[in-house]
Structure formats: structure tokens, C-alpha cells
């Protein structure tokens, strides 16, 4: 959608929650005659940059397209990237190197740190392929807290998925059970 469109969609939300009753207000450090004006943008979705930096320059956050597939969000990696951008830089400046070939480091960091883009995207198709039905059966499976589980639970997870519907394989639900697993705030929301 456009920027337009986006902030209509979101005055109809709040208008559909109980959020209506929270009246809009300045915070209380702002001067409170100033206007309060709604800003936003878009979130890229196409995964990250072929190359996040060149002489002098490191991409970070939303500019290298550090977002979740999933979920569309994306500010841990906005910070995990900025950090490692901010080392990179610290080595090269205190050498006096910020060249594309020194500032290279940075790419392969976060390359090595950050869980395969394609893998993600792979399983939010698949995942947005299931219907509510089947949705609804692996939600079902899924145990109610999935940050601690071990690869038995995991191998257990998908077993008893294939073994009660074995057609949700064609349908690609692995693919949308590892991309879960690679969203997870450990592997920085991706």
C-alpha cells in the first residue's frame, strides 16, 4: 500500500479498538502547542542488500533491508547491525582504513551472524499457502512456549505433524516450522 493508504488502514484499527479512547497527546517533554503529525514508511521485505557497504559506507538496519519475512519487524537487527558496523568502523578508522576491501568485515559478520534470508522467505510462502484449517492443526502441534525447545522436541513437532497429516509435507510445512525457528528473537527475528 501506499504511505496514504497505510496510515488509513491504521486510523481505522485504532478506531476499531480500544485504543479510540486513548486521545492522541504530546509527550509530556514536547512543547505541547506543536502538532502531532503521523509519519511512517514502508518496511522492505526483498531481504538484505547484495553488498551492505562500499568506501566509507555501512548499510545498517532497514537501509541494508535487515527485516523479518515473517513478521516485519526488525529493530534488534537494526541494533545487532549497527553494532557491528560500529567495530567494523572503530578497527578501520583507528587504521586509517575505511576502504570497500576493509569495510568488507562488516558484510561477512553479519553474513556468519544473521540466519539464511531465503530460508525465511521459503516459509512465509509456504506459510501463507496453508489454509486456516491446516494452520490451525499445526498451530495445535506447536507446544505453548517454543523458545527452549531442544531438537528432540523439534523432530517430535514435525513427526507428529507428517504422521496425522501427511499431505501438509507437499505443502511445504517444514519449510514454515525451520523459518519460525529462525525468527525467533535468538536468531534476531528473522
Not at 505541547?32 to 551492505?52: C, D, W
Amino acid at each position: 500500500t501506499d504511505k496514504k493508504g497505510a496510515i488509513r488502514y491504521l486510523d481505522a484499527f485504532v478506531e476499531d479498538s480500544y485504543l479510540k479512547a486513548n486521545p492522541k497527546a504530546n509527550p509530556q517533554w514536547r512543547n505541547q502547542s506543536v502538532k502531532i503529525k503521523p509519519f511512517g514508511g514502508t518496511i522492505p521485505i526483498s531481504g538484505p542488500r547484495q553488498e551492505t557497504y562500499d568506501d566509507g559506507l555501512m548499510l545498517i538496519g532497514d537501509a541494508a533491508g535487515f527485516t523479518s519475512p515473517l513478521f516485519e519487524g526488525g529493530s534488534h537487527l537494526a541494533l545487532k547491525s549497527g553494532m557491528f558496523a560500529a567495530q567494523v568502523s572503530a578497527k578501520a578508522i583507528s587504521e586509517g582504513d575505511t576502504s570497500k576491501a576493509k569495510l568488507k568485515t562488516y558484510q561477512d559478520t553479519w553474513e556468519k551472524e544473521f540466519p539464511p534470508y531465503n530460508k525465511i522467505l521459503k516459509g512465509k510462502t509456504a506459510l501463507y499457502e496453508l489454509s486456516e484449517e491446516e494452520l490451525s492443526f499445526v498451530g495445535r502441534c506447536l507446544p505453548k512456549e517454543m523458545s527452549s525447545m531442544g531438537l528432540l522436541t523439534k523432530l517430535g513437532v514435525g513427526l507428529k505433524i507428517l504422521f496425522r497429516k501427511p499431505l501438509l509435507y507437499s505443502r511445504k510445512v517444514i519449510s514454515v516450522l525451520l523459518s519460525f525457528g529462525y525468527s525467533r528473537a535468538k536468531h534476531h527475528g528473522w
